[in-house]
Protein backbone atom coordinates (compact mmCIF):
# COMPACT_ATOMS: atom_id res chain seq x y z
CA UNK A 1 0.00 0.00 0.00
CA UNK A 2 1.07 3.69 -0.55
CA UNK A 3 1.73 5.96 1.86
CA UNK A 4 0.56 8.69 0.05
CA UNK A 5 -2.96 9.40 -0.95
CA UNK A 6 -4.27 8.78 -4.11
CA UNK A 7 -7.16 9.10 -6.10
CA UNK A 8 -8.81 6.17 -5.26
CA UNK A 9 -7.73 5.27 -2.15
CA UNK A 10 -6.39 6.51 1.52
CA UNK A 11 -2.91 6.18 1.89
CA UNK A 12 -1.07 4.12 5.13
CA UNK A 13 -0.29 7.43 6.52
CA UNK A 14 -3.74 8.84 5.99
CA UNK A 15 -5.43 5.73 7.39
CA UNK A 16 -2.71 5.06 10.71
CA UNK A 17 -3.57 8.40 11.86
CA UNK A 18 -7.31 8.13 11.51
CA UNK A 19 -7.60 4.58 13.28
CA UNK A 20 -4.94 5.89 15.56
CA UNK A 21 -7.07 8.62 16.82
CA UNK A 22 -10.00 6.36 16.86
CA UNK A 23 -8.03 4.40 19.92
CA UNK A 24 -6.73 7.77 21.17
CA UNK A 25 -10.25 8.99 21.82
CA UNK A 26 -11.72 5.95 22.41
CA UNK A 27 -8.81 5.26 25.39
CA UNK A 28 -9.49 8.86 26.32
CA UNK A 29 -13.52 8.42 26.92
CA UNK A 30 -13.04 5.24 28.79
CA UNK A 31 -10.10 6.80 31.12
CA UNK A 32 -12.69 9.62 32.16
CA UNK A 33 -15.74 7.39 32.03
CA UNK A 34 -14.00 3.93 33.84
CA UNK A 35 -12.60 6.62 36.47
CA UNK A 36 -15.87 7.07 38.39
CA UNK A 37 -15.88 3.77 39.39
CA UNK A 38 -12.36 3.87 41.37
CA UNK A 39 -12.75 5.45 45.23
CA UNK A 40 -12.13 9.14 45.40
CA UNK A 41 -8.50 10.07 46.28
CA UNK A 42 -7.16 6.20 45.18
CA UNK A 43 -4.35 5.97 43.57
CA UNK A 44 -6.41 4.56 40.65
CA UNK A 45 -8.09 7.14 40.21
CA UNK A 46 -5.70 9.74 40.17
CA UNK A 47 -3.78 7.15 37.39
CA UNK A 48 -7.05 7.05 35.21
CA UNK A 49 -7.30 11.00 35.23
CA UNK A 50 -3.64 11.18 34.49
CA UNK A 51 -4.04 9.11 31.25
CA UNK A 52 -6.83 10.80 30.23
CA UNK A 53 -4.67 14.31 30.56
CA UNK A 54 -2.38 12.60 28.42
CA UNK A 55 -3.78 10.66 25.74
CA UNK A 56 -5.79 13.82 25.28
CA UNK A 57 -2.70 15.96 24.94
CA UNK A 58 -1.28 13.18 22.67
CA UNK A 59 -4.83 13.54 20.05
CA UNK A 60 -3.83 17.58 20.51
CA UNK A 61 -0.17 16.66 19.22
CA UNK A 62 -1.20 14.76 16.40
CA UNK A 63 -4.24 16.27 15.09
CA UNK A 64 -2.30 19.03 13.66
CA UNK A 65 -0.24 16.24 11.99
CA UNK A 66 -3.26 14.88 10.57
CA UNK A 67 -3.91 18.52 9.01
CA UNK A 68 -1.19 18.49 8.01
CA UNK A 69 -1.03 15.21 5.86
CA UNK A 70 -4.70 15.77 4.72
CA UNK A 71 -4.01 19.40 3.29
CA UNK A 72 -0.55 18.35 1.31
CA UNK A 73 -2.07 15.38 -0.03
CA UNK A 74 -4.74 14.09 -2.44
CA UNK A 75 -8.27 13.91 -1.81
CA UNK A 76 -9.47 10.18 -2.91
CA UNK A 77 -12.85 10.52 -5.27
CA UNK A 78 -15.85 9.09 -3.31
CA UNK A 79 -17.48 6.19 -6.35
CA UNK A 80 -20.26 7.28 -7.18
CA UNK A 81 -20.31 10.48 -6.45
CA UNK A 82 -22.84 11.90 -3.85
CA UNK A 83 -24.45 15.16 -3.90
CA UNK A 84 -23.08 18.58 -3.49
CA UNK A 85 -25.40 18.43 -0.16
CA UNK A 86 -24.11 15.45 1.19
CA UNK A 87 -20.04 16.59 0.47
CA UNK A 88 -21.13 20.15 2.57
CA UNK A 89 -22.46 17.75 5.22
CA UNK A 90 -19.60 15.39 5.30
CA UNK A 91 -17.09 18.40 4.90
CA UNK A 92 -18.65 19.89 8.08
CA UNK A 93 -18.83 16.67 10.10
CA UNK A 94 -15.10 16.46 9.51
CA UNK A 95 -14.68 19.61 10.72
CA UNK A 96 -16.52 19.50 13.44
CA UNK A 97 -14.39 16.39 14.70
CA UNK A 98 -11.23 18.03 14.17
CA UNK A 99 -13.15 21.16 15.83
CA UNK A 100 -13.55 18.66 18.67
CA UNK A 101 -10.11 16.79 18.51
CA UNK A 102 -8.46 20.34 19.11
CA UNK A 103 -10.91 21.90 21.47
CA UNK A 104 -11.19 18.89 24.00
CA UNK A 105 -7.47 18.86 24.59
CA UNK A 106 -7.04 22.62 24.98
CA UNK A 107 -9.61 22.79 27.20
CA UNK A 108 -8.15 20.13 29.56
CA UNK A 109 -5.14 21.98 29.61
CA UNK A 110 -6.80 25.04 30.02
CA UNK A 111 -8.69 23.36 33.09
CA UNK A 112 -5.53 22.06 34.68
CA UNK A 113 -4.16 25.85 34.28
CA UNK A 114 -6.44 27.55 35.70
CA UNK A 115 -6.94 25.16 39.03
CA UNK A 116 -3.15 25.23 39.27
CA UNK A 117 -2.61 22.14 38.88
CA UNK A 118 0.45 20.20 37.04
CA UNK A 119 -0.28 19.49 33.25
CA UNK A 120 1.42 15.95 32.63
CA UNK A 121 2.36 14.43 29.72
CA UNK A 122 4.50 11.42 29.58
CA UNK A 123 7.03 12.16 32.05
CA UNK A 124 7.19 16.20 31.47
CA UNK A 125 5.10 18.73 32.85
CA UNK A 126 3.95 21.64 30.07
CA UNK A 127 3.60 25.07 30.92
CA UNK A 128 0.72 26.43 32.31
CA UNK A 129 -1.42 28.16 29.94
CA UNK A 130 -2.33 30.92 31.97
CA UNK A 131 -3.04 31.74 36.09
CA UNK A 132 -4.71 30.08 38.37
CA UNK A 133 -8.41 31.41 38.34
CA UNK A 134 -11.40 29.48 39.75
CA UNK A 135 -13.89 30.97 37.28
CA UNK A 136 -12.10 30.28 34.36
CA UNK A 137 -11.12 26.97 35.89
CA UNK A 138 -14.98 26.08 36.37
CA UNK A 139 -16.00 27.69 32.62
CA UNK A 140 -13.88 25.22 30.85
CA UNK A 141 -14.46 22.72 32.91
CA UNK A 142 -18.15 23.33 32.04
CA UNK A 143 -17.28 23.78 28.05
CA UNK A 144 -15.14 20.30 28.13
CA UNK A 145 -18.14 18.70 29.38
CA UNK A 146 -20.39 19.92 26.79
CA UNK A 147 -18.50 19.43 23.45
CA UNK A 148 -16.90 15.96 25.36
CA UNK A 149 -21.13 14.41 25.25
CA UNK A 150 -21.43 16.10 22.06
CA UNK A 151 -18.26 14.38 20.90
CA UNK A 152 -20.13 10.92 21.78
CA UNK A 153 -23.39 11.85 19.26
CA UNK A 154 -20.51 13.21 16.54
CA UNK A 155 -18.15 10.24 16.26
CA UNK A 156 -21.73 8.21 16.09
CA UNK A 157 -22.63 10.25 14.22
CA UNK A 158 -19.66 9.65 11.75
CA UNK A 159 -19.63 5.91 12.11
CA UNK A 160 -23.16 5.90 11.17
CA UNK A 161 -22.54 7.78 7.88
CA UNK A 162 -19.89 5.30 7.08
CA UNK A 163 -21.70 2.35 7.26
CA UNK A 164 -24.81 4.30 5.56
CA UNK A 165 -22.48 4.68 2.59
CA UNK A 166 -21.20 1.62 2.56
CA UNK A 167 -24.45 -0.28 3.17
CA UNK A 168 -27.19 1.49 1.56
CA UNK A 169 -25.32 3.76 -0.99
CA UNK A 170 -22.82 1.44 -1.56
CA UNK A 171 -20.54 3.85 -2.55
CA UNK A 172 -16.37 3.31 -1.51
CA UNK A 173 -15.98 5.99 1.78
CA UNK A 174 -15.83 3.17 3.52
CA UNK A 175 -13.24 0.76 2.12
CA UNK A 176 -10.89 3.53 1.04
CA UNK A 177 -10.32 4.46 4.89
CA UNK A 178 -10.18 0.15 5.67
CA UNK A 179 -6.51 -0.82 6.49
CA UNK A 180 -7.39 -3.88 4.42
CA UNK A 181 -9.00 -3.86 1.13
CA UNK A 182 -11.29 -6.66 -0.39
CA UNK A 183 -10.21 -6.71 -4.62
CA UNK A 184 -13.42 -5.70 -6.34
Known sequence: MNWKNTK??????????HWLMLLLMVA??????????AAKGSALRDSMATWHFMLG????????LRVLVNLTGTRPIIEPPG???????ALLGHLALYGLMIALPLLGWLILSAKGKPVPFFGFELPALMGQS??????????H????????FLIGLHAAAALHHHYIKHDNTLTMMLPWRRRA
Not at 134 to 143: G, N, Q, T
Open 134 to 143: KPYASLFKEA
Open 8 to 17: SRYGSLSIFF
Open 83 to 89: SVWQERI
Open 57 to 64: LSIFLLVW
Open 28 to 37: VYAAMELKSF
Open 145 to 152: EVIATAGY
